[in-house]
């Protein structure tokens, strides 16, 4: 089965711990996405990624860090540095920066 | 950048067809038009997308005026399990796509 995979499904951290959130995909796709999602708000773009060992910042950065070290694999960590890191982490990936993106099942962050 | 407009609720009765609308007046010449869903909990789901033609495919059709300031999605039988939050995106820049509130759509029986 081809797709994209985020694990764990639910997370919780205690309030000064780093955290990383996993995102494989086994579509081939060159480009990956993290986006984060508040309650009843749209998704805003994180990190993104367009090719191996190459990322840019999205509108919220702050507080979070990524690596691209293999095609397959984008993983975020959210750092003591994000000031309200409870929220769902959405994943997404595309053939290419035009692609349409795809989205995995999701991460929910709860900080305790 | 251009932006999206879509009420924020509509129902729909089982069986019916449902069409949400979307307004995207200040859309350029090369930007598509986006479709994604996405059901409680889960992550958005790709529907359709166009340019400028209608487009259909075995989940639903896009309706794109011919101005291209707006469109509509049309789920022709509507289900209980096609109930969730539509998303209608403009893609503003090739790397992103700038999701809004969308329309909650609820199918009743």
């Known amino acids: 089965d081809g797709g994209i995979t985020q694990s764990p499904k639910y997370l919780f951290r205690k309030e000064g711990q780093n955290v990383t959130l996993s995102c494989e995909q086994n579509?081939?796709?060159?480009?990956m996405y993290w986006y984060r999602q508040d309650p009843g708000q749209g998704l805003r773009l994180i990190y993104y990624s367009q090719i191996v060992n190459d990322f840019q910042k999205g509108d919220i950065a702050e507080g979070y860090s990524v690596s691209r070290e293999k095609k397959e694999s984008f993983p975020l960590t959210v750092t003591s540095a994000q000031k309200n890191p409870t929220a769902f982490y959405l994943c997404a990936s595309s053939l290419g920066r035009t692609g349409t993106q795809y989205f995995g099942p999701g991460t929910r962050l709860t900080v305790l | 950048d251009a932006k999206t407009t879509q009420p924020p609720s509509m129902d729909c009765a089982e069986g019916r067809a449902a069409n949400l609308p979307c307004n995207h007046s200040t859309i350029s010449g090369n930007e598509y038009v986006y479709w994604y869903r996405q059901i409680h909990s889960q992550g958005p789901q790709y529907i359709i997308h166009?340019?400028?033609n209608n487009e259909t495919n075995e989940m639903a059709s896009l309706i794109i005026t011919e101005d291209r300031k707006s469109s509509t999605l049309i789920l022709p039988h509507a289900t209980l399990r096609d109930t969730a939050v539509y998303y209608c995106i403009v893609r503003v820049r090739v790397d992103d796509m700038r999701f809004g509130a969308g329309t909650r759509l609820t199918v009743k029986p």
């Open positions: 166009g340019l400028k």
């Open positions: 579509l081939n796709h060159d480009a």
